[in-house]
């Protein structure tokens, strides 16, 4: 062998790299061996082949079974880290005729006879080669396939990236994909081998051949991808070739065909592995990687071509092209092969998903803002093209169903979700019913759970809509008032729910564009009038909003297009424009257009001063029709109105539509006589005037002008009049341009003088160079304004004029009495100038420096070097001021003080925060505090100057100042934000009052102040059950449990003494839990928030005593009899509470959690249980306790039944069941009251249930329906979990389940007469009350509609005695006597029922039949 030359490998020459290849080789070659090959020249530099040198290795080694086994897995190792099984197929030694030659072979271009002939040489030298390694064939023949198919890959010039063959490289790759097919046809092929070698070389595949691996059946894209062992790897490597296939599908060449096919396979073997359910997993090693990596793949092809989005890619550009491409693969036909329709669906609905979530970065505030940005007509095509092909698959109910999904559980990107809408607004036909029906839902739940999240959804969602036009959706403020406008809005059901709506857009304000809030004004919500204080402080505020945005409302026009949000229309143009559409529905209708009425009437500052005199535009009379005496050269255009804007032309003498109009609108009282009377005059003489008039009428004589300075003078006494009666604001405007047409007559300027017309009239107290009669002017016009000023004053003092007013008063009385002086000055104008002082001027905070005894009492401050702020410092110095503050009632108080400074807010207020909170801590650590209770101060006690904060901060938060408030915690107390400073003092003050020394002795320690202070407010307030009296209580108490949650949780529970093994103090808040916040309990638990707090703070007292446990058992203890509420309330929140529980006991103590609180746990986890498959372990603890957690559970789970769970209680007691019914019944009368307690199990069919658990068992049930709060032992404690309104209704409960009762039964129960007639009297008696108005009211969805109404109630209830009382035995007639005496005026019929079966127990003889015989 070694004689003869050695074949060469397929005429390639072997150099240094062929060597490098083969480092195994040499190293295999003794040291020998390869001295002589080197100096033997006959052979010419020829190794010997590899059969002989592994033979000849083997001949040398005497190996036993297990030596030779570790060789051949050393050799497969080796081959397999380093041979090139290229070049050892090429070296494969065989008879003539089957010496391979694979490149050849791959090249050969001919008929498939000599491959297949070739393809089985090749099989066949495999086989006998891997028989000699000791290698399976598989392996040996899959790693040559896959050095063919890399060199393939390899082989093109073209650099990187790239994905597809060029037709050379397919020619290749089909001659050895024939060769693949021939060995997997021999089972010669192991597809797990051949792709562990082509993930090593990934980087040189090329994603068309890895295509065409799966189209020829040799391995698919699943075994492909499953076979590699890093997922995120696979990941990377298949999308990035995914995105260049989508550059060269849309690139114009040839392959184009090729690529789309092969994107559809990919796409198509994504989405089937990715988003099938029960898919055929045969063959595959681990499904849900799998899945993974499909989803992985499709969700970062998606975000990259939305990030292209965003970023802004130009048309025609790659990436452009490449997104193109992308959305593309969304077309329905693209998945015609997937035998399942649910795939596609899923991964569309998860694609939606996606776009909805991409990079949520923008907050709600943006969304308010911009999202006029994000119509339909601006979105990106491509964007709006893909929702489309998204709405295609999924119906317009799973649309609008996952959207609101996504929306509540997940974080949005807001342009994406409101661009969906918008789409969806547009393409689907249905879509305004569907948006509408939306938004209704959302609104609904808003209102009813107070969901700040639903209702600025339903606002986005509803504006959005709108963007798209009245023929998508209807415009916002149809939108707005036909949801919000009637008595059957959303917000009509109760005072809170108008609070909420108001909160909500007073808290949009500051966001808002100009147009809502026009429309908010022009087209309020629908509002009682008793609050009617929400509407009018919401108005202020938006009002304000505006004037700071330079938009007014009395200047928006009569047809101004309220639905989009665009910029707002200048007066002048909107006016002539409404007069224009005016003038058209007039011709149409023959009518005043109702549009012109209603601003007549409610937005009169726009109709006199832009819509009048658009419409009086002055027209020349005709000579002929000129009235008698109109020739005055006084009179002209009206007010507001320009004359070169008024092109004059002349009245027909016919009356055309407009002066038709202004005739209709006159003879209906609708234009001023003075302002009509101008009109007619301006039209006779402006077409006599002359321009060089306009000249002469600025030097008239002064005699001229006292008629016109008196006119002046009564406008402006009407305006101080007017000033003073709120009802007259309306009419302020217009009174203020009567008194610029008399300023203007008054000062000579003529209706021509262009010079002046739109300019502001210069006065200046200052030139020398004014005419008497101008100089009578200004001391008219500034003596008004500051007499304006002062009477203003009175009704609301200012904030920027308290300097001016005081100086003029004190200036102008200063040689009266005094009386006269404090007389003219209100004390609410003097203490906000204190305010002012002390907040602004920090010199002003040190003791009084007093003036100069020597100078004059008063130096008046009309020096122009002046300023504002020297003025006040000068006048906060005179000693006459001093003076007026030693009155009494004008000294600013601690009160005072604290009431004005609750309404700067401090996004408006000129300190920083910084100076802010020093000048706090002046006012009241330094100033307000050690001063006399005489004085306004606190004596110098903390605890007073903490009361009195906190009864001024509930004050202010009550009152209409404050914005409203809500259970949202981010604003402190109230929607206002201004007290948020003040709550921080307040916490600072409390915590310095814990942080003092003790009190002195051992006397009984008093209760905290707060309880104090929110008793005496709760007592003040009226008791009862109308509704007006339960808000009033539920506002008052819900701002006194958020400021209980401002402060330490301490304040809920005193701290136990060191010295003494005792509870801690709750009385106090147990106190305030029974009386006060069981009322306002919902289904027999507290919020969680307040329930948190309260053992927070019992943790943190327990761990300050010398026993913690044993101090947390007796607390724990205590609350079973005297506050059990905080109990049950820990139960329903128990998944909540116990890891915080934990976290707290852990940090300070190693011991387990005290008893008690594991006895509530194990009640939790014996709920648990009985509704779990497993047998239910004994009652751990109080059967009320376990009752009360079973029920929480049965309400969590939202079964269907729970008559299996019923039954795993046999054994238990019969207790557990009656407790368990009470807790039931509390629950369906919640959920009367409260809708949306309801869950899928309706609370009564659980009654339903219960009771007939309790009927079966034979446990008597009626003792709940006479329980009284002189009842000792679970009586009263059962009465301490359930609201007095609740227990009230208790037989609206009963009757509720008449359908239910086991009569027979019942009838042999003593107590059965006497509770049925007592619940019906009292059932009866609410009635009249009309508390059980609100049960049907509040319960338009819930179980008792199936009852009908009250009255249908009552009468079943009333039949139901009438039969029963007949039935019942003699012994339940031993209380007959008090009955009869409650129901003699309620209803004489059961009455004579009552007495007619009384009578018959008593003489049996007059009720029996007569003997005849």
């Given at each position: ?18 060597e ?21 020249p ?30 051949r ?140 691996l ?39 060449c ?18 089937s ?105 601006r ?7 893909l ?89 916002y ?22 609070v ?16 809502y ?33 330079k ?35 007039f ?71 407009r ?59 009407e305006?101080r ?12 405007l ?25 300019a ?79 907040r ?5 905070r ?125 604003l ?26 003790a ?114 058992d ?35 103590s ?21 509704l ?77 249930e ?10 008597s ?5 006479q ?11 059962l ?52 508390e ?14 199936a ?67």
């Amino acid at each position: 062998m070694g004689a003869r030359a050695c074949p060469r490998p397929m005429g390639r020459k072997r150099g240094p790299e062929a060597e490098r290849r083969r480092p195994w080789l040499v190293r295999d070659m003794s040291a020998s061996q390869a001295r002589g090959a080197a100096s033997d020249p006959g052979h010419g530099g020829c190794r010997r082949a590899w059969v002989e040198l592994l033979a000849g290795r083997v001949k040398r080694q005497k190996l036993g079974p297990e030596g030779e086994q570790k060789v051949r897995e050393s050799a497969l190792r080796l081959l397999r880290g380093h041979l090139n099984l290229g070049d050892l197929v090429l070296e494969v030694e065989g008879p003539p005729g089957k010496q391979l030659c694979l490149n050849r072979l791959i090249d050969y271009d001919g008929p498939g006879a000599h491959i297949d002939l070739s393809s089985s040489l090749i099989g066949s030298a495999l086989r006998d080669q891997a028989a000699q390694l000791g290698v399976p064939a598989a392996v040996l023949c899959s790693q040559v396939v896959a050095s063919g198919l890399v060199r393939v890959c390899e082989a093109d010039a073209v650099p990187p990236p790239k994905v597809l063959l060029t037709p050379d490289q397919r020619k290749k790759l089909s001659s050895l994909f024939e060769v693949a097919q021939n060995l997997l046809a021999q089972s010669m092929f192991s597809r797990l081998s051949f792709c562990q070698e082509l993930w090593k070389v990934q980087n040189s595949l090329l994603l068309e051949a890895v295509w065409r691996l799966h189209v020829q059946n040799i391995v698919s894209l699943q075994e492909l991808l499953e076979s590699h062992a890093d997922s995120q790897a696979v990941v990377a490597w298949l999308s990035r070739d995914l995105r260049l296939l989508c550059e060269q599908t849309e690139a114009p060449c040839q392959h184009a065909d090729v690529a789309r096919a092969m994107l559809a396979d990919f796409v198509q073997m994504l989405v089937s592995r990715g988003f099938q359910k029960n898919a055929d997993v045969r063959g595959t090693v681990d499904p849900e990687r799998m899945s993974q990596v499909a989803v992985a793949v499709l969700e970062r092809m998606l975000a990259s071509a939305l990030e292209a989005l965003a970023a802004g890619i130009q048309e025609g550009s790659a990436a452009h092209k490449a997104v193109s491409c992308w959305f593309g693969v969304f077309s329905g036909h693209m998945y015609g092969s997937i035998i399942s329709t649910e795939s596609p669906k899923r991964f569309f609905c998860h694609t939606l998903t996606q776009i909805l979530t991409h990079k949520p970065v923008l907050k709600v505030s943006d969304a308010v803002q911009m999202q006029r940005e994000w119509s339909f007509a601006r979105t990106p095509p491509l964007l709006s093209g893909l929702y489309r092909r998204l709405f295609v698959v999924l119906s317009p109910e799973e649309l609008v169903g996952h959207l609101h999904e996504a929306l509540e559980t997940q974080e949005v990107n807001w342009q994406h979700v409101l661009s969906c809408v918008s789409t969806l607004v547009i393409c689907l036909p249905d879509a305004q019913q569907l948006v509408d029906g939306w938004v209704s839902r959302l609104l609904t739940h808003a209102f009813e759970s107070c969901d700040l999240d639903s209702m600025v959804l339903a606002f986005l969602v509803a504006r959005q809509a709108a963007l798209e036009g009245p023929a998508a959706f209807p415009s916002y403020a149809a939108w707005f008032q036909a949801t919000f406008g009637s008595a059957r809005g959303f917000h009509g059901s109760s005072k809170k729910a108008l609070v909420f709506l108001f909160k909500f857009l007073s808290d949009l304000v500051p966001f808002e564009a100009p147009r809502y809030l026009q429309v908010h004004i022009l087209h309020p919500p629908l509002v009682p009038s008793k609050y009617r204080s929400l509407l009018t402080d919401y108005v202020a505020l938006a009002r304000t909003r505006l004037a700071d945005l330079k938009v007014s409302v009395e200047n928006m026009g009569l047809y101004e297009d309220l639905s989009s949000a665009g910029d707002v229309t200048e007066p002048r143009c909107q006016a002539a424009q409404d007069v224009e559409k005016a003038i058209m529905v007039f011709e149409h209708t023959g009518k005043i257009p109702a549009a012109v009425l209603e601003a007549s009437i409610f937005r009169r500052s726009y109709y006199l001063s832009h819509f009048l005199p658009a419409l009086l535009t002055p027209r020349v009379v005709s000579t002929r029709r000129r009235e008698r005496g109109a020739g005055s050269a006084e009179s002209g255009v009206p007010a507001g109105v320009s004359p070169k804007s008024c092109l004059p032309s002349q009245l027909p003498r016919i009356p055309d539509s407009r002066a038709a109009l202004i005739e209709s609108l006159r003879r209906a009282d609708k234009i001023p006589p003075s302002l009509y009377s101008t009109y007619r005059q301006a039209c006779s003489t402006v077409g006599e005037k002359k321009p060089e008039d306009a000249a002469s009428q600025r030097e008239v004589e002064p005699s001229c002008k006292e008629e016109p300075l008196g006119l002046l003078t009564t406008a402006l006494r009407e305006l101080r009049a007017s000033v003073t009666d709120p009802t007259q604001r309306d009419a302020l405007l217009a009174q203020m341009a009567v008194i610029s047409e008399q300023l203007r007559s008054a000062l000579g300027l003529g209706e021509d003088d262009s010079d002046f017309e739109g300019a502001p009239v210069q006065l200046s107290v200052r030139s020398p160079k004014l005419q008497p009669w101008e100089q009578r002017v200004v001391d008219l016009l500034l003596t008004s304004f500051c007499q304006n000023l002062m009477a203003a004053s009175s009704v609301a003092p200012p904030d920027r004029f308290c300097t001016a007013a005081i100086s003029y008063s004190l200036c102008k009385f200063s040689s009266q009495s005094r009386d006269m002086s404090y007389s003219c000055l209100s004390p609410g104008l003097i203490k906000k100038f204190q305010f002012m002082v002390f907040r602004w001027f920090s010199e002003a905070r040190d003791p009084p420096s007093w003036e100069d005894p020597a100078s004059s009492p008063w130096r008046p401050l009309c020096l122009p070097s002046v300023d504002w702020q020297r003025a006040a410092l000068c006048l906060w110095k005179q000693r006459t001021l001093r003076e007026l503050l030693k009155q009494e009632g004008l000294h600013l108080t601690y009160r005072d003080w604290l009431q004005l400074e609750l309404e700067i807010q401090p996004e408006v207020d000129s300190l920083s925060d910084t100076e802010r909170q020093d000048f706090h801590q002046w006012a009241i650590h330094q100033h307000f505090l050690p001063a006399p209770s005489a004085t306004g101060g606190c004596d110098g006690d903390l605890e007073v100057a903490c009361a009195t904060l906190v009864d001024v901060l509930m004050d202010f938060c009550q009152s209409s100042r404050s914005y409203g408030h809500s259970e949202n915690s981010d604003l402190v107390l109230g929607g206002c934000t201004g007290n948020r400073d003040i709550f921080s003092r307040l916490q600072e003050m409390a915590a310095g009052l814990e942080q003092g020394p003790a009190r002195l002795g051992h006397a009984a320690p008093r209760g905290h102040f707060l309880f104090g202070v929110f008793c005496r407010r709760l007592q003040a307030l009226a008791r009862g059950w109308d509704v007006a009296s339960r808000l009033q209580r539920q506002q008052e108490l819900l701002m006194c449990k958020r400021i209980l949650l401002g402060l330490p949780p301490s304040v809920l529970v005193g701290s136990p003494r060191l010295e003494q093994l005792a509870a801690p103090d709750c009385d106090d808040f147990f106190h305030l839990v029974n009386s006060e916040l069981r009322n306002f309990s919902h289904d027999g638990a507290l919020t969680h928030d307040i329930t948190a707090h309260f053992f927070r703070g019992l943790l943190n007292a327990c761990l300050r005593s010398r026993d913690p446990s044993l101090a947390a058992d007796l607390t724990l203890t205590a609350c079973q009899t005297q506050c059990p509420l905080l109990l049950t309330s820990a139960l329903l929140w128990w998944p909540h509470l116990e890891p915080e529980l934990h976290r707290r006991w852990r940090r300070c103590s190693q011991s387990p959690l005290p008893a008690e609180l594991r006895r509530l746990q194990e009640a939790r986890h014996f709920a648990g249980s009985v509704l779990s498959p497993l047998a239910a372990p004994p009652t751990p603890g109080p059967a009320w306790l376990c009752a009360a957690a079973l029920h929480f559970m049965i309400r969590q789970a939202g079964k269907e039944s729970i008559r299996r769970e019923l039954g795993q209680l046999d054994g238990q007691g019969e207790e557990l069941l009656v407790f368990l019914f009470f807790f039931s019944l509390m629950g369906l009368l919640s959920s009367h009251l409260t809708p949306q307690a309801a869950g899928s199990l309706k609370p009564l069919d659980v009654c339903a249930e219960v009771l007939g658990c309790l009927q079966r068992k034979r446990i008597s049930w009626l003792p709940l329906f006479q329980l009284t709060e002189t009842d000792a032992g679970l009586g009263r404690t059962l009465l301490r979990l359930a609201p007095d309104h609740q227990v009230r209704l208790l037989p609206v409960a009963f009757y509720s389940l008449l359908s239910y009762f086991d009569e027979d039964a019942l009838l042999q129960e003593d107590a059965f007469l006497h509770v049925a007639v007592n619940m019906y009297l009292k059932l009866v008696g609410l009635f009249v009350a009309g508390e059980t108005g609100a049960v049907w009211t509040l319960a338009h969805s819930g179980d008792l509609q199936a009852q009908g109404d009250p009255v249908s109630l009552i009468t079943n209830a009333r039949l139901f005695l009438l039969q029963s009382i007949p039935r019942c035995p003699k012994r339940s007639f031993s209380d007959v006597a008090e009955l009869l005496g409650a129901s003699a005026d309620c209803d004489p019929e059961v009455r004579a029922a009552l007495l007619s079966r009384q009578q018959a127990m008593l003489d049996p003889d007059l009720y029996q039949e007569p003997r005849l015989f």
